[in-house]
C-alpha cells in the first residue's frame, strides 16, 4: 500500500507537468483512487450537443449517455388562458385598492398556463461493458478527467497487463470516441451493450450497433422526439461478433468505439445526420480524432488560467480534497480547480453549434430531476441564467450563442402569451419554460406568475454586447429581442393611483410569500422589488441600444419617461430592502430566493460608492436571511452569496460561501446538488447552476469593473493571498491578467478588445510603473486612485 500510494503521488506530479508538491502551476486535473459507484462519482464529458457520465469500472465499465435535445413532451396550441387587458385592468383594480386577498384568488384561478404536455429532458440510458483480463492482481489503478484536453481516462496493471481507456466528446466530428489499449496484444476481449431507459428497437448495420425510438415519458404528459443512435465498433485485430443484443470481442490489440446519438428535435433529417456522423469519424484515425478534438477545445479553455499559489495537495485524489474542505479544511488548489471546471463544464454543454441551451441540469442528467415536479427543464428565475454567469467573465462569449438562438424562440411564443394573457404588444416568458415554445405562467401562480423572467434571460442580450462591443451583433441579435421585450414592459406598466408610480403586476417575487396584516399568506401583487430592477434594467438598456445604434428615437424617449415613472428601490422597517413595494412581511424568512437583490448582483443599480445606504440594506438583507432558521441553503443560493459578497467586498464571507459551495453542495465529481430536503427532494439532485456560477462569483473576488473603473483584487481572502490569473474579462472590452504576493499585486495588464477610454483603480502597497504598449504613460491617479487611459483595440495596458 506504501508503494501504491508513492505511485499514485508520482503519477499526478507527472501529469501536471509540475516538479514538486509544492510547485505553484495550475491544476487542471479531476482524479480517482476507485471507480465511480454512483452517478454522482462519474466524470462528465459534452461537446455542447452530445455527452456522457464516465464510471472506470475495472471489469464492468459503464457511460451514462445523454444528449441535449432528448426531451419528452410536445407543443401545446391551448398552453396559454386568454384574459387580456380588459380583465387585467379589473383584476389591478382590485391590488391597488388593497383587496389582495380577492386579487390572488382571481389571479390564481386565470392566470396559470396549462402545462398538460409540457415535457422535460431526459436521460438516454448507459453504455456497458464487460472485460475479462488475465487472472492476477489489479494494481496502479488511476481514474481522471483532464480540463486541459477535455478527455476522461482509466488505468490499471491487471496480471501484468497494462490497460488504459480514453473518452472525449468531439466538437469537429460531432461524436463521443471511446479508445481501449493495452501494452501486450491481443489483451482486450470485452462485451459491449445498452441498458437504455428509452423503450428502442435494436438492429445491426454492417460494425455498427443501431438503436432507435421515440421517448414516451408520461410523467409530465405526452408527445416526445424521436431518436437513433449509433455505435461503430473498430477492434484493431481480435475477432468481433456483432448481434442485436450487443458486441463481443475477443483478443484485439485495441478498439474504438464511436458514438451518436441524433433525435428530430428541429432536425428532420437526424437519422441521416447520425449515420453520417459516425461513419465519417470512423473513417479517421483516433489521433486524428483526438488531436482535432484538444486543438478545438483548447481554443477556448486556454483562455484563461488561475492558481492561487502553492498547491501542496495535488498529489491527493480529487475525492478526498473534497471531502476535506466538506470538513471544513483550506485547499486553495482545489478553489483554482472549481473554478475552472465550472468553465470546463460550460464548454461541454453549450458551444455556437449546440442545438440548445444548457438546461436545469443542462444534458448531464441523474434521472432525477426529470422525476421532479420541477422536471430538467429551463428555469427563468434565476438557474437558466446562473448557468451562463461564467461565459462571459470566463471568456467564453461564444458560449452564448445557443441562448440567444433559444431566446428568439421565447420571443415568437412569448409575443401570444402576451397578448393573449396580457392584451399586450412585444413578448414575455414566465419561471419555467421548455423546448416547446411554453411562455405563460406555470400551472400555478405559486411560481409560476413572473413575466418579468423573460426580461431576466433578455438581459444577457446587453450582458454580451457590453463584454464584446460588438455592434453588429447588438444591431442584428440583442437590440430587436430587447426591444420586444421592452414593448411588453412599457405595455404592461400600470400606474397606481396613489402613488402615482409605473407598476407591473400583478406578479411574484420568486417563489415567495408574503404576510399581510391581517395574517394571510398571499403570493401576488403589485411591482415586487425584482419587477422594478428588471424593468429598469432592460429599458435602460434598450435607450443604451437605441443609443450607439442611433435608431428609435421617439422609441427611446418614452422609455426615458418610463423609467422616470418607476418607484425606488425602498427600504423595510429594519432596514432591509424591500422585497414588495409594500413593507410586507415575510412569509417564510429563510426562504433561497433573493430576488430582491438582482440590482446587487448582477446588475449594479446598488454599489458600494454610488448607494451605499442600498448596499448597507443589501447586507442586511443578506444576513436576515443566512441567519433565519432552517435557511433553504442550494447550490445556486450559496453561489448567489459569493457573487453578492464580492460585490460588497466582503472576502471572508465570500471565501466561505466558496467553502460551502464545494463542499456541503458539491459531490465528488465536484458537480454542485440541490440537496435533500429542498423542494420535495428526498436526496441530493444534480444542478448545473452552482459550478458557473461559483466560478463567476470568485471572478467577481478577483476583478471587478460595475463601478465605472477596473479594480483588482478587490475581495481578496486571506487564503488567497498569492497568486494569479490571466484572460478574465470586463465590460467594455478587455482582458486582466495580475501576479499578486502577499495580496500584493506584482503586476498587472489589461489588453483592450474595444477601442476605450479606460478607468483603472492603481493598486495599494506599492509604487507602479504603467505602460502603454511598451512605452511609459503619464499616470497621475486621481483622488480615487483612478487613473484615465484611451485605449484601441489590441492596445496593452501594464503596471509593473
Known amino acids: 500500500m ?157 496480471g501484468g497487463v497494462n490497460y488504459k481507456r480514453e473518452y472525449f466528446a468531439t466538437n469537429p466530428d460531432n461524436v463521443l470516441v471511446l479508445r481501449l489499449t493495452a501494452d501486450k496484444q491481443k489483451s482486450i476481449t470485452m462485451n459491449m451493450g445498452l441498458d437504455l431507459m428509452r423503450q428502442a428497437d435494436l438492429s445491426v448495420e454492417n460494425n455498427q450497433l443501431v438503436f432507435t425510438g421515440k421517448v414516451d415519458f408520461p410523467l409530465h404528459g405526452p408527445g416526445g ?33 464511436i458514438v451518436d446519438v441524433r433525435t428530430d428535435y428541429k432536425s428532420p433529417d437526424y437519422k441521416t445526420l447520425c449515420a453520417d456522423g459516425v461513419e465519417k469519424a470512423a473513417a479517421k484515425s483516433y489521433d486524428e480524432l483526438k488531436q482535432a478534438h484538444i486543438k478545438d477545445y483548447n481554443t477556448l479553455y486556454n483562455r484563461v488560467s488561475i492558481h492561487f499559489g502553492q498547491d501542496a495537495n495535488r498529489a491527493m485524489p480529487t475525492d478526498v480534497r473534497w471531502k476535506q474542505v466538506k470538513e471544513g ?56 441564467e446562473q448557468n451562463y454567469w461564467a461565459a462571459n467573465v470566463g471568456n467564453l462569449a461564444e458560449c452564448n450563442a445557443p441562448l440567444f438562438t433559444y431566446i428568439k424562440d421565447l420571443a415568437h411564443h412569448g409575443a401570444k402569451t402576451a397578448e393573449v394573457v396580457y392584451g399586450c404588444k412585444g413578448w414575455t416568458a414566465h419561471t419555467t419554460a421548455n423546448v416547446w415554445g411554453y411562455t405563460p405562467a406555470s400551472s400555478t401562480i405559486i411560481w409560476g406568475l413572473f413575466p418579468m423572467a423573460g426580461s431576466w434571460i433578455a438581459s444577457h442580450l446587453w450582458t454580451q454586447y457590453e463584454f464584446t462591443q460588438d455592434k453588429q451583433y447588438l444591431a442584428e441579435t440583442a437590440y430587436p429581442l430587447l426591444k420586444g421585450n421592452a414593448q411588453f414592459i412599457l405595455d404592461f406598466l400600470a400606474k397606481d393611483p396613489k402613488s402615482g408610480y409605473l407598476m407591473t403586476g400583478p406578479s411574484i417575487s420568486p417563489e415567495n410569500w408574503f404576510r399581510t396584516a391581517g395574517g394571510e399568506e398571499m403570493v401576488a401583487s403589485m411591482m415586487p422589488a425584482c419587477d422594478r430592477e428588471l424593468a429598469y434594467e432592460i429599458l435602460s438598456n434598450c435607450v443604451r441600444a437605441s443609443e450607439i445604434l442611433d435608431t428609435d428615437r421617439e422609441f427611446a424617449d418614452s422609455l426615458r419617461t418610463a423609467i422616470a415613472q418607476l418607484p425606488p428601490i425602498q427600504l423595510r422597517a429594519n432596514g432591509a430592502i424591500r422585497e414588495w413595494f409594500e413593507d410586507f412581511e415575510e412569509a417564510h424568512p429563510n426562504h433561497r430566493h433573493t430576488s430582491h437583490l438582482l440590482a446587487l448582483y448582477p446588475f449594479s443599480q446598488i454599489t458600494l460608492e454610488k448607494t451605499p445606504e442600498l448596499a448597507e440594506a443589501a447586507r442586511k438583507t443578506i444576513e436576515n436571511r443566512l441567519s433565519a432558521e432552517n435557511w433553504e441553503d442550494t447550490e445556486w443560493s450559496r453561489a448567489n452569496m459569493i457573487c453578492m459578497y464580492a460585490r460588497l467586498k466582503d472576502a471572508q464571507e465570500a471565501y466561505k460561501s466558496v467553502q460551502l459551495l464545494q463542499g456541503k453542495l458539491s459531490r465528488e465529481n465536484l458537480m454542485t446538488v440541490s440537496p435533500g430536503g429542498i423542494a420535495g427532494a428526498e436526496g441530493d439532485i444534480y444542478s448545473f447552476d452552482g459550478n458557473p456560477a461559483g466560478t463567476a462569483g470568485m471572478a467577481e473576488m478577483l476583478i471587478q469593473n460595475h463601478e465605472g473603473y477596473v479594480e483588482f483584487l478587490p475581495c481578496l481572502p486571506v487564503e488567497w493571498k498569492d497568486g494569479s490569473f490571466k484572460g478574465l474579462c470586463l465590460k467594455g472590452g478587455a482582458e486582466a491578467t495580475a501576479e499578486w504576493t502577499n495580496a500584493v499585486i506584482n503586476k498587472a495588464s489589461l489588453k483592450a478588445t474595444a477601442d476605450q477610454v479606460l478607468k483603472v483603480k492603481i493598486p495599494q502597497g506599492k509604487k507602479y510603473r504603467v505602460l502603454l504598449n511598451g512605452k511609459e504613460a503619464i499616470a497621475n491617479p486621481d483622488a480615487k486612485g483612478l487613473i484615465t487611459v484611451d485605449m484601441k483595440r489590441g492596445d496593452l495596458l501594464e503596471l509593473l
Open 2 to 158: 506504501k508503494h501504491f500510494k508513492t505511485y499514485l503521488a508520482a503519477m499526478a506530479l507527472a501529469l501536471s507537468g509540475c516538479q514538486s508538491a509544492t510547485d505553484s502551476c495550475e491544476t487542471t486535473e479531476l482524479w480517482y483512487a476507485q471507480p465511480a459507484k454512483v452517478w454522482m462519482e462519474s466524470l462528465p464529458i459534452g461537446n455542447g450537443r452530445l455527452g456522457a457520465m464516465t464510471y472506470g469500472g475495472i471489469e464492468e465499465e459503464k457511460l451514462a449517455l445523454n444528449e441535449s435535445t432528448m426531451w419528452s413532451g410536445q407543443y401545446n396550441e391551448n398552453q396559454n388562458k386568454p384574459f387580456g387587458r380588459e380583465k387585467m385592468n379589473q383584476l389591478r383594480k382590485l391590488f391597488f385598492e388593497g383587496k389582495l386577498s380577492e386579487g390572488n384568488r382571481i389571479a390564481g384561478d386565470n392566470l396559470h398556463g396549462n402545462q398538460t404536455s409540457f415535457g422535460t429532458h431526459l436521460p438516454i440510458g448507459d453504455l456497458k461493458m464487460q472485460f475479462i483480463y488475465p487472472e492476477g492482481k489489479v494494481t496502479d489503478y488511476r481514474r481522471s478527467l483532464s480540463l486541459d484536453e477535455a478527455v476522461s481516462s482509466v488505468s490499471f496493471n491487471s
Open 225 to 257: 422526439v424521436c431518436f437513433e443512435g449509433r455505435i461503430a465498433v473498430l477492434a484493431d485485430n481480435g475477432e468481433v461478433k456483432m448481434e442485436q443484443s450487443g458486441v463481443s470481442i475477443k483478443e484485439a490489440d485495441a478498439v474504438t468505439l
Open 329 to 384: 479544511k483550506t485547499d486553495t488548489g482545489l478553489d483554482a480547480l472549481f473554478f475552472q471546471y465550472g468553465r470546463y463544464l460550460t464548454i461541454a454543454s453549450s458551444r455556437e453549434n449546440s442545438p440548445l441551451p444548457i438546461a436545469l441540469q443542462g444534458f448531464f442528467n441523474d434521472n432525477k430531476a426529470c422525476n421532479m415536479g420541477w422536471t430538467n427543464d429551463y428555469h427563468l428565475d434565476i438557474n437558466t
